[in-house]
């Protein structure tokens, strides 16, 4: 029995295998590492970052998932992601476009002038308020009578309605109140999208910082930690895994459900495509919701300019998932996963999947931290 027990300690090589190269495991795997901790990364796709993943394209950096803007009010986050690398102060201020009319996002009193061309907090609210008269005595029952009870029909119509639909994937009336138990509406001239003090997008693109955080740490790219699972936790005293959550159970009370995206890139010999980052299409017959122009994260000058079509999708197996579908019928789901999960006590399960939950960068970076200081703590 000793010699079966040594022969058990000797095989296994790791301190911590973490299944996935995003920010939640890149932060862990660093922390770790600083420890002295043996670590062993694992990403299924062909390149480290998750969907942060950024790559130059003619002088661009091109956000390759989606645009990415790092924004906080946590002083402690923000110092920690300067301290891999310099963050450009970026204002994101993006317009929304409906039948050819443009809008700044986010609602507010530049929004109210091009839709109504009133001038003064007192005459939108006027508008807003008698609009959402009309349904002020129901009860919600679906997304479509909260968001009208809460901005109107006008600021619904234009800019919510068809632009939900298509990220969901289904009518507004289809979907549960609760997604938008608030919409944020501004009463002053101000497009700065996020109300957080800091803000800031990588000089050099966020895997110029998964590649700092794991630049002292063997990372195996292309590894399908689920197709040898056995063999990986036989390796490691303990795994740390950003996959989805059901599917590591194999699916076994039934498949959670996500939205996923398709992107479409193209570089085209302009200098400039659309004058701003990101526009939003509203319209619920324009097949893709926004077109990024990536340049204008950084100011690049280059003679050509690169953008992306994101058109969302359900999620199947042969793409990424990136939201977790959080109604009311799949939290329930996942909260039978998360009590399976407590009975593996080497096993954390971190990030947007392993917790079926929507999380912002500096949220991730926080959770990792926790993860890891509950570890230290164990230990």
């Given at each position: ?17 973490i299944v996935g190269s995003g920010l939640f495991g890149s932060v862990f795997a660093c922390e770790m590492h600083k420890k002295g901790k043996k670590v062993l990364v694992l990403e299924k796709r062909e ?172 990372v195996k790219t292309n590894v399908d930690f689920l197709q040898n699972k056995a063999i990986w936790q036989s390796k490691g005293d303990r795994i740390v895994f950003t996959g989805r959550i059901d599917e ?37 017959n324009v097949p893709f919701t926004r077109i990024t122009e990536h340049k204008h994260f950084a100011n690049a000058i280059t003679p050509t300019t690169v953008i992306t079509k994101e058109y969302p999708q ?66």
């Amino acid at each position: 029995m000793e010699l079966a027990q040594r022969d058990k300690t000797m095989s296994k090589k790791y301190d911590y295998i973490i299944v996935g190269s995003g920010l939640f495991g890149s932060v862990f795997a660093c922390e770790m590492h600083k420890k002295g901790k043996k670590v062993l990364v694992l990403e299924k796709r062909e390149h480290i970052g998750g969907n942060i993943y950024s790559k130059n394209i003619s002088g661009i950096d091109v956000h390759k998932y989606g645009p990415h803007i790092f924004h906080t009010n946590n002083k402690a986050i923000w110092e920690y992601i300067n301290n891999l690398a310099f963050i450009r102060p970026f204002v994101y201020s993006p317009l929304a476009c409906y039948k050819g009319e443009f809008y700044n996002l986010p609602f507010n009193m530049n929004t109210f002038y091009q839709m109504w061309k009133v001038k003064t907090p007192d005459e939108a609210i006027r508008i807003i308020e008698n609009q959402k008269a009309e349904y002020k005595d129901i009860t919600p029952s679906n997304l479509e009578e909260q968001a009208l009870q809460l901005v109107g029909s006008d600021i619904y119509g234009k800019l919510i309605k068809g632009y939900t639909e298509k990220q969901w994937g289904r009518s507004a009336k289809e979907l549960p109140a609760f997604i938008i138990n608030r919409i944020p509406v501004r009463m002053r001239y101000d497009n700065n999208y996020f109300d957080d003090i800091y803000q800031g997008i990588p000089l050099n693109g966020y895997t110029e910082i998964i590649k700092r955080l794991l630049q002292e740490i063997e990372v195996k790219t292309n590894v399908d930690f689920l197709q040898n699972k056995a063999i990986w936790q036989s390796k490691g005293d303990r795994i740390v895994f950003t996959g989805r959550i059901d599917e590591w159970f194999d699916e076994c009370f039934g498949k959670l459900e996500y939205r996923s995206l398709r992107f479409e890139d193209e570089e085209i010999s302009k200098e400039n495509y659309q004058g701003v980052a990101v526009i939003n299409y509203t319209e619920i017959n324009v097949p893709f919701t926004r077109i990024t122009e990536h340049k204008h994260f950084a100011n690049a000058i280059t003679p050509t300019t690169v953008i992306t079509k994101e058109y969302p999708q359900e999620w199947n197996k042969n793409c990424e998932p990136y939201y977790p579908v959080n109604n009311e019928k799949n939290n329930l789901l996942y909260e039978k996963y998360f009590y399976e999960s407590q009975k593996l006590p080497n096993v954390i399960f971190g990030g947007r999947l392993g917790e079926y939950k929507y999380y912002n960068m500096d949220q991730v970076i926080e959770k990792s931290l926790e993860a890891v200081n509950k570890e230290l703590n164990l230990s």
